[in-house]
């Protein structure tokens, strides 16, 4: 309850139209955000903190380059002040060069391992990724297959930007066969799966979770859903979460419209639906209460 009351009090503190009457008002889990390095400088944390507040976004899945970025945020006594719950996930990238390299090399697995031995000032790291494989054979590269093994061994979850192949190969990979794992499909897909391939993966694996950030074809005219993808959201409403993916900087100078454009689709589904995928699913998957 709490919650509602907090988010609905950042909107109001928003301003006078900004959100339409049937837009989703409660609060919201990003799933997908990246505090990385060059964000840093133009956006320190008292301002990236502003743009969550200001949005009813009340808890985050982190993911840096390099890592500094995420515990910068779990640390600071800002992001509690401004009732952001950090869940932080170890980013496999030093620099840019590793985002074509880290599924062969030893070096990233030895870096996993060293920084979940460290964790962070908010407590463990729950997750691994961002990670991207423009190539879904690779895959099936060495330090892939450990990573997938090490993460349903010790619960991880996995936040994996691939196609749909991929994750077949990835969760073929786990000790399960992709049962027990707790893989979030980045984008569910940002090459454009149908939605019923998605719809065959997600009974194929039942903890698969699709986050939605450059989803192409999720909505049509006016920001509303499209009708198979409202179709789908209502069939796996357990399933789907919401995303910012500040990958680049330009993504947090619209992190406003972009939040805006998830409350409108959302406030397009019946209510119960709409909590769960824009608050809800994360809170349960991590324990934020
Ligand atoms: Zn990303």
Redesign the pocket.
Same mark, same amino acid.
């Given at each position: 309850m709490a919650r509602h009351v907090l988010a609905a009090l950042a909107l109001a503190l928003a301003g006078p139209g900004v959100l339409h009457a049937a837009d989703y008002s409660g609060p919201l889990f990003d799933a &997908?955000l &990246?505090y990385n390095e060059e964000a840093q400088s133009p956006h320190p944390l008292p301002d990236v903190l502003a743009r969550m507040q200001r949005n009813g976004v009340e808890a985050i899945v982190s993911n840096s380059r390099p890592n500094d970025g995420t515990k910068a945020l779990a640390s600071s006594p800002l992001t509690r002040a401004a009732g952001v719950t950090v869940v932080p996930f170890v980013r496999l990238y030093r620099d840019r060069a590793d985002y074509d390299n880290w599924f062969r090399d030893e070096s990233i697995y030895e870096l996993v391992q060293a920084e979940l031995a460290r964790g962070t000032a908010a407590g463990p790291f729950r997750g691994i990724g961002?990670f991207h494989l423009y190539d879904s054979t690779n895959a099936n590269g060495p330090v892939a297959k450990k990573l997938m093994a090490l993460a349903e061994e010790r619960n991880l979850a996995v936040l994996a &930007?691939v196609d749909d192949v991929a994750i077949d190969l990835l969760m073929a990979n786990t000790p399960s066969k992709g049962q027990k794992v707790r893989l979030i499909w980045?984008h569910t897909g940002i090459g454009g799966a149908p939605a019923a391939r998605v719809d065959q993966l997600f009974t194929r694996y039942p903890l698969l979770m699709g986050e939605l950030?450059y989803r192409p074809g999720l909505t049509c005219d006016g920001g509303k859903l499209c009708p198979e993808w409202r179709e789908l959201l209502l069939k796996y409403p357990a399933r789907f979460m919401i995303g910012s993916?500040t990958?680049v900087n330009q993504r947090w100078q619209y992190y406003d419209e972009l939040m805006k454009g998830y409350r409108t689709w959302l406030g397009d589904l019946p209510p119960d639906a709409a909590r769960r995928i824009a608050w809800e699913n994360g809170a349960t998957l991590f324990g934020v209460k």
């Open positions: &997908h &990246h961002e &930007h980045a950030s993916d990958w």
